[in-house]
């Protein structure tokens, strides 16, 4: 179901690399988890810092006219509006599909269209979103057609670029398009980037978005990650009193790794699978493998701790 549409992103590694990658990971010792979904996967961030923000995280909504898809999205935004969140972090994957080589003008809008509809009840908020592959349109007749490509998406989220950042209550927060060959920061982005982070003062705390994980457990057997993972988390480690937090969705599957001082959260999709039944009837409705649809709060503090709290939602 992760596929693209004329600019397909070669998400898939040879065998051998992905035992080589995995015996990297094990030797440096990173430390993985499968989220206690029993337990609303909290991850403890062992601080007596003040809070700095309260952040809400949904990702891959895939919003669709169908299977009451809009009254779910809407009812489970009003929930998250309960908890005194600051704003809202969107992983990308926002309409159900448009990258694919048969999706019409007319289902495009209409997509769209059914985002703004469902959106509009948190207009009080900011909502901070980056570029998933479902996304774009890559299917216009022609690549001068308005709709084409990354710019709309920019357009329809009301993003500023395809990648950015912006501060809040001593936080920065950098948004990144991984939409690339292989998976990848372009150089003009990942410049971009390393710089960000080299001008950002000593003790400031950062999270990275991105559409993808740039590190993770269940990137070895589901959705993929970024293949450019090892240049990101060596210009991480220069950075390592900075980047305090990564985020990420796509696979649509909940996990937490920690490498470095980093810590990596991949956090389930809002639509889980795709709001359908699901595919385990043992597990529960909505289910991905063993992962339930639902959203994150994640909690920073002034010290640059976090605790990232996934909770399922009710279909």
């Known amino acids: 179901m992760f596929s693209f549409a004329k600019q397909r992103l070669n998400i898939a590694m040879k065998r051998r690399d992905v035992i080589k990658s995995a015996g990297i990971l094990a030797a440096t010792g990173l430390i993985t988890s499968k ?9 403890e961030a062992k601080s007596k810092s003040k809070l700095a923000l309260r952040v809400a995280h949904i990702t891959d909504v895939h919003i669709r ?3 009451d898809a809009p009254e779910k999205f809407k009812k489970c935004l009003e929930e998250i509006k309960k908890q005194k969140i600051d704003f809202f972090l969107n992983g990308g994957d926002s309409i159900f599909d448009a990258s694919y080589d048969d999706v019409k003008k007319e289902r495009v809008t209409e997509l769209w269209n059914l985002w ?7 207009n009080g908020y900011e909502v901070h979103s980056c570029i998933g592959n479902h996304d ?4 216009a007749p022609d690549k001068s057609d308005a709709m084409y490509g990354k710019d709309y998406v920019v357009k329809r989220l009301g993003i500023p670029n395809r990648y950015y950042s912006f501060s809040k209550a001593g936080w920065h927060f950098i948004i990144v398009d991984g939409n690339n060959p292989s998976i990848t920061l372009d150089d003009e982005q990942f410049n971009w980037l390393k710089n960000e982070l080299e001008k950002l003062p000593a003790d400031q705390p950062v999270l990275i978005m991105s559409h993808y994980p740039i590190l993770g457990v269940t990137p070895f057997w589901e959705g993929g990650m970024h293949s450019d993972y090892k240049k990101l988390k060596a210009l991480f480690y220069q950075h390592r ?9 796509h696979n ?9 001082g980093t810590q990596y959260f991949c ?15 043992s597990a529960g409705e909505g289910y991905y493998e063993e992962t339930p649809p639902g959203y994150a709060i994640l909690e920073l503090y002034q010290d640059g701790s976090v605790i990232n709290k996934y909770t399922p939602h009710s279909y």
């Open 267 to 281: 956090n389930g999709a809002m639509s889980g699978y795709w709001w359908g039944k699901g595919d385990d009837k």
């Open 35 to 43: 989220s206690n979904i029993a337990n609303a996967a909290i991850t």
């Open 116 to 122: 703004d509809d469902c959106t509009k009840g948190i």
């Open 241 to 249: 009193d900075k980047v305090k937090v990564c985020l990420s969705g």
């Open 136 to 139: 774009t349109w890559w299917a």
């Open 65 to 67: 006219p169908d299977l």
């Open 252 to 260: 649509h599957l909940l996990d937490t790794a920690s490498y470095n």
